[in-house]
């Protein structure tokens, strides 16, 4: 079992910056892929960024590519969301998760543990 915990959601204007953060506990972190989805209302939970187990490798989806930077910090068991240049249409319930396999993946389905979520609103 994994145990997911996102902070560092809130209130920003367009243009700005935010950074959530997502701490793990229970097994050992370093042996699972990383991903964060985000869901806005009325919306499907959607891909937004896959970090492999060493952070070797990552993965964004076209619309954050060039403003999101995934990272992740194995000795502390968290994993970060660096977002930039921030638009209103980012605004969504941001959501970490975890698979046992090191290879990228899109959807939800294929994530075996998920943490509760962190909001994130950017005005215009």
């Known amino acids: 079992q994994v145990q997911l915990v996102e902070s560092g959601g809130g209130l920003v204007q367009a243009g700005g910056s935010l950074r959530l953060s997502c701490v793990a506990s229970?097994?050992?972190?370093?042996?699972?892929?990383m991903g964060w989805f985000r869901q806005a209302p009325g919306k499907e939970r959607e891909f937004v960024a896959f970090?492999?187990?060493?952070?070797?490798?990552?993965y964004y989806e076209d619309s954050v590519k060039g403003r999101f930077t995934i990272s992740r910090d194995n000795a502390k068991n968290t994993v970060y969301l660096q977002m930039n240049s921030l638009k209103p249409e980012d605004t969504a319930v941001y959501y970490c998760?975890?698979?046992?396999?090191?290879?990228?993946?899109?959807?939800?389905?294929?994530?075996?543990?998920w943490g509760q979520g962190t909001q994130v609103t950017v005005s215009s």
């Open positions: 229970g097994r050992t972190f370093s042996m699972y892929g």
């Open positions: 970090i492999s187990w060493s952070g070797g490798s990552t």
């Open positions: 998760a975890a698979r046992t396999l090191n290879v990228v993946a899109v959807t939800a389905a294929q994530y075996d543990y």
